[in-house]
């Protein structure tokens, strides 16, 4: 089950169901199958808090996985500051809506197993953002 939440902010505006569906198949592409998903949508402030209380990291971020995985089935929470999705989405100049959907399924491919922080992971963390946007 995958549900969304916001605190302190307005919820954006995502087809919930369609959203779900996407995010199944992309767990399917890698074999897994999609267990308890939690969204929370907040605002920069409430993610600098999450990011120092349980990583120790003084720095804001546009998403923090909580992984609770076990065997092929993918659980976890995953926070996500929208000030930080619409301060990229126009850094990179895309749109609002893309960057969002592509910080929501960042969160789904790191509990794929895919991770973005040694050498060429970004790369790889990209090609696999881009190849699931695809899928929407």
């Given at each position: 089950?995958?549900t969304?939440?916001?605190?302190?902010?307005?919820?954006?505006?995502?087809?919930?169901?369609?959203?779900?569906?996407?995010?199944k198949?992309?767990?399917?592409?890698?074999?897994?199958?999609?267990?308890?998903?939690?969204?929370?949508?907040?605002?920069?402030?409430?993610?600098?808090?999450?990011?120092?209380?349980?990583?120790g990291?003084?720095?804001?971020?546009?998403?923090?996985?909580?992984?609770?995985?076990?065997?092929?089935?993918?659980?976890?929470?995953?926070?996500?500051?929208?000030?930080?999705?619409?301060?990229?989405?126009?850094?990179?100049g895309k749109?609002?809506?893309?960057?969002?959907?592509r910080?929501?399924?960042?969160?789904?491919?790191?509990?794929c197993?895919?991770?973005?922080?040694?050498?060429?992971?970004?790369?790889k963390?990209?090609?696999?953002?881009n190849?699931?946007l695809?899928?929407?």
């Amino acid at each position: 089950m995958i549900t969304y939440n916001a605190e302190g902010v307005k919820m954006p505006k995502i087809k919930r169901r369609d959203t779900t569906a996407w995010i199944k198949a992309v767990a399917a592409s890698y074999g897994r199958r999609v267990g308890e998903i939690g969204y929370m949508f907040v605002d920069d402030e409430k993610i600098l808090e999450v990011n120092r209380e349980y990583l120790g990291h003084d720095y804001y971020t546009d998403i923090i996985t909580f992984d609770y995985d076990e065997g092929d089935v993918i659980s976890g929470d995953l926070v996500i500051s929208l000030d930080t999705v619409r301060t990229n989405a126009s850094q990179f100049g895309k749109s609002y809506e893309e960057e969002l959907h592509r910080v929501i399924i960042h969160g789904i491919l790191h509990l794929c197993g895919i991770n973005d922080k040694g050498p060429g992971e970004r790369e790889k963390m990209e090609a696999a953002e881009n190849k699931a946007l695809e899928l929407l």
